[in-house]
């Protein structure tokens, strides 16, 4: 579970899709050979566990995880939560047009869980083992 106590309010979902970025050899990955470490993407290059924030077309923040030792950019993208505590702030933040979307649209993709749990790029590398945003176990879905 993903779990976020940002400006003081606890918002949680249960991951249920992810997208693995496995290292430089991998093409599709902000951290590939040809493009290297960057001050955009120098969490990726950080310890394990600790979360990549970045901006995705200058429109959506998106959360990762960085996955691998120090120096090797891997990281998971965390890219859908079902939502499971605080659904109501999730609404609030997730306003369009002044209505929120519908709950099964909350944090239905990596920019929407951002502004659901008020993640923005204020969290790029923080150790994703403490408050205000961490990951932690949860029961198995069946959904």
């Given at each position: ?25 991998d093409p599709a990955s902000h ?12 969490a990726m290059f950080g310890a ?96």
């Open positions: 579970m993903l779990v976020s106590e940002v400006d003081g309010v606890r918002t949680s979902g249960r991951i249920v899709e992810t997208e693995a970025y496995t290292g430089p050899h951290a590939a050979e040809r493009i290297g470490r960057t001050t955009r993407n120098a394990p566990g600790i979360a990549y924030v970045y901006r995705s077309y200058g429109v959506h923040w998106c959360l990762n995880a960085v996955t691998d030792e120090p120096g090797f950019p891997a990281a998971v993208l965390i890219r859908a939560l079902q939502p499971l505590a605080g659904i109501a702030p999730m609404r609030e933040r997730r306003q369009v047009r002044g209505r929120p979307p519908a709950d099964r649209e909350l944090c239905s993709g990596p920019g929407r869980l951002t502004e659901a749990l008020g993640i923005t790029g204020a969290l790029d590398g923080h150790p994703l083992a403490r408050p205000p945003l961490w990951v932690e176990l949860g029961g198995c879905w069946r959904g």
